[in-house]
């Protein structure tokens, strides 16, 4: 079992930044590859990115790309995503979730979630 609390969201205005954080319990943290998505309201939960166990590969949303990074630190059992030039269209509950063995950019492959922190964009 896993456990995931996601922290960090909060009101931003376009052009600005925010690093999202999520901790995981469970000794077993590293063996696991850990996504970051996203929910707007009225639409569906989208993928934004996901980290390999090692961290040694990362792959991204193409709405995000080249402004998100994912980063993990196991020793903390924390993975992180940092937002930068953030715009309205990034407003939404974003959740960190976890899986094993295949990476993957599907939601219901996903094996454990957070509850999700709110990010709201200002124009």
């Known amino acids: 079992q896993v456990q995931l609390v996601e922290s960090g969201g909060g009101l931003v205005q376009a052009g600005g930044s925010l690093r999202l954080s999520c901790v995981a319990s469970?000794?077993?943290?590293?063996?696991?590859?850990m996504g970051w998505f996203r929910q707007a309201p009225g639409k569906e939960r989208e993928f934004v990115a996901y980290?390999?166990?090692?961290?040694?590969?990362?792959f991204y949303a193409d709405a995000v790309k080249g402004r998100f990074t994912i980063s993990r630190d196991n020793a903390k059992t924390t993975v992180y995503l940092q937002m930068n030039t953030l715009n309205p269209e990034d407003t939404a509950v974003y959740y960190c979730?976890?899986?094993?063995?295949?990476?993957?950019?599907?939601?219901?492959?996903?094996?454990?979630w957070g509850q999700g922190t709110q990010v709201t964009v200002s124009s």
């Open positions: 979730a976890a899986k094993r063995r295949v990476v993957s950019t599907t939601a219901y492959e996903y094996d454990y």
């Open positions: 469970g000794r077993t943290f590293s063996s696991y590859i």
């Open positions: 980290i390999t166990w090692s961290g040694s590969s990362t």
